[in-house]
Structure formats: C-alpha cells, structure tokens
C-alpha cells in the first residue's frame, strides 16, 4: 500500500490540444481536479510534465489553477524517463511510490509506467486520471501494465489508502473532495 511519506503524483501531459480531443474528457478533468485537491490536502508532491508545449499547447486550466506554482517539465519523449531532469526531480524527492496520471494512456502514461517499473519505482496507475483517443487504446494499456504487475487504481481508491484512518484529521476534507 501506497503512504504519504513516500509517495509522489506524476502528471502525464494534460495539455489543452491533447485533452480536448480524449474520449471522455470531462470525467478526466474531473477525477483529476479531484486528485490533486486531495493529493494537496495530504501534502503529497507533484510532478508534471508537458509533451511538446509548443505544438500541443499548455496545460489545462484547471491544473494550472490548482498548482499554480508548479513548472511542468517540458519533453520530446514519449517516456518521462527519457527527459534527464525527470529522473533527478523525482530522485531529489527521495520518494518511491509514484501515483501515475495523464494522457495519452497507451502512449506516455504507458511508456513512463514501464520505464520507472525498471528503474525500482512501485508504480499505481489511476484509471479515472488517464485518457486516450478511444477507449480501446486505454483498455489495451491499462492491461498490458496491469500483466507487467502495475497495480491500476482509481482517485477514491488512492486517496483513501494514503489517507489511512478516518480519524484522522484530513479524512472530512478528503471525503468532502470525493463527493
């Protein structure tokens, strides 16, 4: 299970021009505001990144709302991990449980899982935080990370298990987020 000192959320490319065109769209915006009001409640960090920010726009408003002073890291690769200051901001935050979101699932989300499974990271994925063109290319993602032991989660799933107990002092600020 997945605890707040040692976990970190990776936003994957949740840019205007991608986001837009995603099967369903408003239920990732969704889940995902939810996440990271959450995720900032239990004061968990959060990376995110950009793929190609010049052609495919910036980040959605409603991220950048909730993270407003967070710099997203700017990359080529499909892969997170194949952007050199990725690897060393996630290293910097001495964290090993990274809580994996974004777009595209079949394309960045997937190469990014599979290559911080191999560098030693625990990694879960959080279905209703990620998104393709058709559901057919998330499904197949999803599967194919699932049979190479990521754990797939979902935004209540994840923060109930950082949050532990419902005593404590955070739990009616997460379940008000949730609802």
């Not at 299970?1 to 000192?5: G, S």
């Not at 505001?33 to 239990?42: E, M, R």
């Given at each position: ?5 040692n ?20 239920n990732?915006?969704r ?22 920010p010049?052609?495919?726009?910036p980040?959605?408003a409603?991220?950048?709302?909730l993270?407003p002073?967070l710099?997203?890291?700017y990359?080529?690769?499909f892969?997170?991990?194949?952007e ?15 809580i ?29 935080c ?12 999803l ?21 532990k107990t ?8 997460i379940a008000?987020?949730?609802k």
């Open positions: 299970m997945f605890d707040i000192e976990a970190v959320l990776v936003i994957v490319d949740v840019q205007e021009k991608l986001t837009n065109v995603m099967h369903e769209s408003q990732i915006r889940e995902l505001s939810k996440l990271i009001k959450g995720i900032s409640v239990l004061e968990v960090p959060v990376v995110l990144t950009e793929q190609n010049k052609g495919l726009g980040t959605i409603e991220i950048k709302t993270l002073n710099e997203p890291i990359k080529m690769a892969s997170c991990l194949g050199e200051i990725f690897p060393k901001r996630l290293e910097a935050l001495g964290r090993k449980q990274v994996l979101t974004g777009i595209e699932t079949h394309v960045c989300v997937y190469q990014t899982a599979m290559d911080l499974v191999d560098a030693g990271y625990n990694v879960q994925v959080v279905a209703d990620v998104s393709s063109r058709t559901p057919v290319n998330k499904q197949l993602a599967d194919k990370m699932k049979k190479a032991g990521i754990d797939i989660t979902s935004t209540e799933i994840i923060l109930f298990e950082l949050l419902a005593d404590s002092p955070k739990f009616k600020q008000g987020i949730i």
